[in-house]
């Protein structure tokens, strides 16, 4: 239920999956009716929805359009073809992907649109059948089909280059040594013209940071970059041999008496071995439950059940007393009860609606240390055995309720583990695990503890203050929607679930629960598909409403519920900011903006550049459009730098004459020639940077070992900057003539660091601050270089967590250090519950500087899970000859890549309005 965050994750801030994929804002809904605004008679469902980024729509409901046959998927192929003005479908792209039957007769026949022969990732279209035979008719229709795709077909980057980035996209060292990438194919990724990649399943070998993790990564397969990478929610893929249950013996059922976790007796179904013996294996329904007790082990054991693991056992009927202890008593009544429930209430045949086994793993650990969580696996429920204040994890019935729901919605709608879909899939897993809890306990809705989630986990303390989420929270996407990134908490899935559930217990308080029920698992099982927003969420429901046959008064209710908690058309647009949007909905990866003299620079994907990245160019002041500057040459052009004449910029990709490569570029920002400054084959070419015409960036040569800073003066050839054996160069700043980077090298165990300033004119080293606590054991991070005001700025970090960063700055001659912000106690943000103690040592993210003032980015407290906003940086600034920080912005979600123009002015990437804009403020906003 709650995920742990301990890789940090890919360097991908887009919040929104749709912006990531360059999908665009939802358009509004192009609903044919009569002109007049909404009225009270006005129909809650809409007749036709307009889809982001393509011509198909999103959703068409009221119909009653024959389609007859006695093979729906054909039938609903046919429909399709017979009507391409209205849904644009190409009939010849639509791979048919299964077709579900609901206990009332409906048919949802589910298509996977391909391009070429290859799947689009998460596009489906869904076609609603009703009637038999000659008298077949579509009821509704709908989902995503991408019809503006004109991408590649064929890979031009080697398969082992690909694996190589993806493992690569892995931002932590230690995550990244002995990992393995699983390669699934070529997908194309949806958004204007489609990117091709090839999609891999990251999973490493070092427990410490990959215990049941996994990262999808999509790596461009036209230009070698990673498209789109995102923690997966199951890391074990469905179907992966399930071990263990082969080597059963043969069982026969029988009932015994087991403890619950209280040590109360609870009558149990078990299965009888031939030796007499018994074990938790439940053979009275259809779908086998079977319950094992790990024992203490490590989660990791049980990535695949181990050949020695054995369901809970008993000499006799009666179980003794650990089955309870360890959870497994709970474990094995609460599976049966959300299959119970799924099945009497739903008519759902169990997780995969086809009677497949229910296996869950109770009272493991993690790392030798006790564990405080649940989670779905993919194909099995693991229970932390609990400690301290908290119970097994299997006590809670809406717990497993909640994980078992995520094994549905893999089954069923398969939402995507990012943003805006991921918290759709949490908020199912928080309704439906609610109301298997609630209503197997007979517990009304009406009751003050209906609406809490975990609840029953606390051995100490009230109910409400263990909760881990509670329904009836009443927060809206206006006031409370978190933009967060997808490494902090999948981009906000636990952030911004309660939002979505919030309204769906609404609808379940005021209308009937069971019709509730109905409604959100018919929207779930028969509208929803993996890209789906919040938006589409909403429309999902309404149009299972209107096939279940609810009334225009019911209808009302739902929309409501979802108007209640912002849900509706265009919510983005109406979250409150304080800064000035300068482009918006950027896919943001390796996006790092620049800034100088009012004139900006920026990467992103989508926006009709042929999908890969490429560098956008604007003013602070005025409102002409941002100019593409990068040439469509199909690379992917990235990391660019301005000094508010040029832009300089590195572009990746197979060059003209076909070898892959790197290649640094430059070009007026007034427009011209784009110049070549340097080309490198078997080369990583970054940390772009201009001054004066000067351009600067860091080489390093996989085929020489060769790296470093390289200079390339106007008019001059290109000087590679030799530094000392064994020194490394890194985080670049270019100023007025001069270089700065990191230096570091080893002594002993310890890494020495040293901010250093390079002379081009001198040609020399004229700086050097060495960072050297010899006493140190863990060492310290020195970086975020800036020359301004005739200073070096720059920020270290003791690796010892309980020491804070420092800001200092030194002179340009290596003349004397003074610190610019001591190491003292964080601030707090000010944004209520949220906010920090104020008593944690700094952690600054990122500094940038003026001739006047220097803004950093700083969390409120270490990301310890990604479950916070105080998790997500915040901007602050001070006046470069020292003082009070005071926030840069009072927007509330992440703020991140600040970089300094004119005086106080900054520009940053926001993701408050849940999606990532860039964007601008003249000066601090003060106290928030
Ligand atoms: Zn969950």
């Not at 359009?65 to 479908?89: F, K, S, T, W």
């Not at 899970?865 to 979600?893: F, H, I, V, Y």
Request: charged share 20%; net charge negative; hydrophobic share 40%.
């Amino acid at each position: 239920m709650h995920h742990r965050s301990r890789t940090p994750g890919p360097k991908l801030l887009g919040v929104a999956i749709a912006a990531v994929l360059g999908l665009g804002v939802a358009v509004p809904p192009a609903f044919a009716g009569p002109a007049a605004g909404p009225s009270a008679d006005a129909d809650p469902v809409p007749g036709l929805v307009a889809g982001s980024d393509t011509a198909a729509p999103q959703l068409v409901t009221g119909l009653a359009e024959a389609a007859p046959g006695d093979n729906p998927a054909e039938a609903a192929r046919a429909y399709l073809a017979a009507h391409q003005d209205r849904y644009r479908v190409d009939p010849a792209q639509l791979a048919e992907a299964g077709v579900e039957r609901a206990t009332d007769g409906r048919r949802t026949v589910r298509f996977e649109q391909r391009h070429g022969g290859i799947p689009v990732f998460g596009a489906r279209y869904l076609v609603h059948l009703v009637g038999e035979g000659a008298g077949q008719r579509v009821e509704s229709a709908g989902g995503k089909y991408f019809t503006g795709l004109t991408a590649p077909t064929v890979q031009s980057v080697p398969d082992e280059a690909l694996r190589r980035l993806a493992i690569g996209a892995v931002q932590d060292q230690a995550a990244r040594a002995g990992a393995a990438a699983e390669d699934h194919g070529l997908v194309v990724l949806p958004g204007g013209a489609g990117r091709l990649a090839r999609h891999f399943t990251v999973r490493g070998s070092d427990p410490a940071v990959w215990a049941a993790k996994a990262q999808e990564v999509f790596v461009d397969a036209a230009v070698g970059e990673v498209a789109l990478s995102y923690e997966v929610r199951a890391p074990y893929p469905v179907g992966a041999p399930a071990a263990a249950a082969a080597a059963a013996p043969a069982v026969e059922p029988a009932t015994g008496t087991a403890p619950d976790a209280l040590g109360r007796p609870a009558r149990v179904n078990i299965g009888r071995l031939p030796d007499g013996t018994y074990q938790l294996v439940d053979l009275t329904r259809p779908a086998t439950v079977t319950t094992y007790d790990a024992a203490g082990r490590d989660e990791l054991d049980f990535r695949t059940l181990p050949a020695d693991a054995l369901p809970a056992a008993s000499a006799t009927t009666d179980f003794p007393a650990a089955t309870g202890t360890s959870g497994a008593t709970d474990a094995h009544l609460n599976a049966a009860a959300v299959y119970d429930f799924y099945r009497d209430r739903l008519g759902r045949d169990g997780i995969d609606g086809k009677a497949g086994p229910i296996t869950s793993v109770v009272n493991v650990t993690s790392f030798g240390e006790p564990m405080n969580n649940a989670y779905w696996d993919g194909q099995k429920m693991i229970y932390g055995g609990g400690s301290g204040k908290y119970r097994p994890f299997s006590v809670a019935r809406d717990v497993a309720g909640h994980e078992m729901t995520h094994g549905v919605v893999e089954h069923t709608a398969e939402l995507v583990n990012l943003g805006q879909s991921g918290a759709l899939d949490e908020a199912l897993a928080d309704y439906f695990g609610n109301a298997i809890e609630v209503t197997s306990r007979g517990i009304p809705m009406t009751d003050p503890r209906a609406a809490l989630l975990g609840e029953d986990l606390c051995r100490t303390g009230t109910p409400e203050a263990c909760a881990g989420r509670r329904l009836d929270d009443r927060r809206t996407t206006v006031a409370d929607y978190v933009g967060a990134p997808a490494g902090v908490d999948s981009g906000g899935v636990h952030l911004n679930s309660t939002i979505v559930s919030g309204a769906l217990w609404d609808i379940r308080r005021t209308l009937d629960p069971l019709l509730a029920d109905r409604l959100v698992y018919r929207a779930l099982a028969e509208y929803l598909t993996p890209l789906d927003d919040f938006v589409d969420a909403r429309n999902a429901v309404l149009a299972a409403g209107r096939a279940l046959g609810l009334d225009r008064a019911q209808l009302r209710t739902v929309a409501g519920a979802f108007d209640a908690h912002g849900i509706k058309d265009g919510w983005q647009r109406r979250i409150g900011v304080d800064s000035r949007p300068l482009m918006r909905e950027l896919s943001t990866e390796s996006a790092a903006p620049d800034v100088a003299a009012g004139r900006w620079v920026v990467a992103t994907a989508g926006k009709g550049a042929k999908g890969s990245m490429a560098v956008y160019a604007g003013a602070v002041a005025g409102s002409a459009e941002p100019a593409r500057l990068s040439p469509e040459d199909g690379r992917s052009h990235g990391w660019p730098a301005t000094d508010g004449t040029t832009a300089a910029w590195a572009a990746m990709g197979p060059g003209a004459d076909g070898t892959w490569g790197m290649e640094v570029l430059a070009r007026p920002l007034a427009g011209g020639p784009v110049r070549s400054v340097h080309r490198g084959v078997n080369q990583f070419l970054g940390d772009v940077r201009v001054s004066g015409g000067d351009v600067a960036f860091l080489l390093s040569d996989h085929t020489t070992g060769r790296s470093g800073p390289v200079i390339s003066r106007a008019g001059a050839p290109e000087v590679p900057i030799a530094l000392p054996e064994g020194h490394e160069a890194a985080g670049l700043a270019l100023h007025d003539g001069l270089l700065a980077w990191t230096e570091s090298w080893q002594v002993g165990e310890r890494t020495v660091s040293a901010p250093t300033v390079y002379s081009l004119a001198a040609g020399k080293v004229v700086a050097q601050y060495v960072v050297d606590d010899a006493n140190a054991t863990a060492g310290t991070a020195v970086g975020s270089l800036r020359m301004a005001g005739g200073r070096l700025l720059w920020v270290e970090t003791p690796f010892d967590r309980t020491k804070g960063s420092t800001i200092r700055s030194g002179a340009l001659d290596g003349s004397g250090v003074t610190d610019l912000l001591p190491a003292g106690p964080r601030p707090g943000t000010g944004t209520g519950t949220d906010s920090g103690t104020g008593t944690e040592p700094r952690r600054i993210a990122g500094l940038t500087a003026s001739d006047r003032a220097v803004t950093f980015a700083e969390a409120d407290r270490q990301v310890t899970g990604g479950t916070k906003n105080a998790d997500l940086p915040k901007l602050w600034q001070l006046p470069l000859t020292g003082g009070t920080p005071e926030r840069m912005s009072c927007n509330r979600g992440g703020q991140y890549l600040p970089v300094a123009d004119r005086g106080t002015r900054v520009v940053w990437l926001d993701a408050t309005a849940g999606r990532t804009d860039l964007v601008v403020r003249e000066r601090a906003a003060g106290t928030c």
